[in-house]
């Protein structure tokens, strides 16, 4: 389970279904809710557009915190404080002994969203909860939801995230049995990252590639961490085996999730080795051969 938060916090508003306001350390805040993903009311994305069953899903978390009074305990996703792309906070929210979470994916307004990875504390409980929603087809697993509206493709998006998830846990397991690997997905080692790079060790980090563009006398591909945050893996355009690398790395690990199907299956998650070094304010590693970039530890 994870760091659970002394108190009972007031709702003070629902955003969506997947987004609550609450008080916290004196500060309106945000909480993320994971291993939730619930449908859109506004700005419609490739994979996420408005359909009237956002708007539904608000009504029906509106009313699920109202009868509980608004107030909820929290619980973090881990045993410390992890926050999204956005600083949300990622929190189990609970009331009268329910976790909101889970209820949002057995009543069918959520599929187990494990895009970021397996519940740490809650797996087992949010495959049975999504279990039951499609054997019983609530919500968005009865085809009538979204009859003569927009829907998402739910049956990609399902093997996407498993397979995002099984490289994710592959991390976790990993940072567990190797202190010194550099884990970037939470957010919580870029510090270390950073302290690493300043004195130049030889480490191994583990992260998500989000773009590769080119950058000075080279390409530069981004590993992804927070909002403004990134690790920099760095090839020179001299190097003899450059335009390989970077055609395999897109190949291979650049997935484009607007690119139905092909572009949900890619391998963004890899293993890096070398030696940290700071540019311009950032860790970076030199990338000189594609034997440092594997898929698995190394």
């Known amino acids: 389970m994870g760091l659970k938060l002394s108190g009972n916090y007031e709702i003070i508003e629902v955003i969506d279904g997947d987004t609550v306001k609450?008080?916290?350390?004196?500060?309106?805040?945000?909480?993320?809710?994971?291993?939730?993903d619930t449908e859109e009311t506004k700005n419609s994305k490739p994979l996420k557009p408005v359909t009237r069953f956002g708007?539904?899903?608000?009504?029906?978390?509106?009313?699920?915190f109202r009868d509980r009074g608004n107030r909820a305990e929290?619980?973090?996703?881990?045993?410390y404080k992890i926050i999204d792309f956005f600083n949300r906070p990622l929190t189990y929210v609970m009331a009268e002994n329910e976790n909101y979470n889970l209820e949002a994916v057995r009543w069918g307004y959520s599929p187990y969203f494990q895009k970021y990875g397996y519940a740490r504390g809650y797996h087992d409980a949010f495959l049975e909860a999504e279990r039951e929603a499609m054997l019983e087809g609530r919500g968005i697993w009865d085809d009538a939801t979204h009859a003569g509206?927009?829907?998402r493709p739910y049956h990609l998006l399902k093997m996407w995230w498993e397979v995002r998830a099984r490289y994710i846990q592959a991390g976790r397991d990993e940072k567990r049995d190797n202190k010194r690997l550099i884990f970037l997905p939470d957010g919580l080692d870029y510090e270390e990252a950073m302290v690493a790079a300043r004195s130049e060790e030889e480490r191994v980090v583990f992260g998500e590639i989000s773009n590769i563009r080119g950058a000075g006398s080279g390409t530069a591909i981004e590993l992804s961490v927070k909002l403004q945050k990134y690790f920099y893996l760095y090839v020179f355009e001299n190097n003899p085996r450059h335009d390989k690398i970077i055609n395999y790395l897109r190949i291979r690990h650049l997935g484009d999730p607007s690119d139905i199907p092909n572009g949900l299956m890619k391998q963004n998650f890899v293993f890096v080795k070398g030696v940290f070094k700071l540019y311009n304010g950032q860790p970076e590693i030199i990338v000189n051969d594609v034997d440092q970039i594997k898929e698995e530890p190394f």
């Open 22 to 36: 609450v008080k916290l350390d004196g500060s309106l805040t945000n909480l993320r809710t994971p291993c939730t």
């Open 74 to 79: 929290l619980e973090y996703e881990a045993d």
């Open 55 to 64: 708007a539904k899903t608000v009504e029906w978390a509106r009313k699920w």
């Open 149 to 151: 509206d927009a829907t």
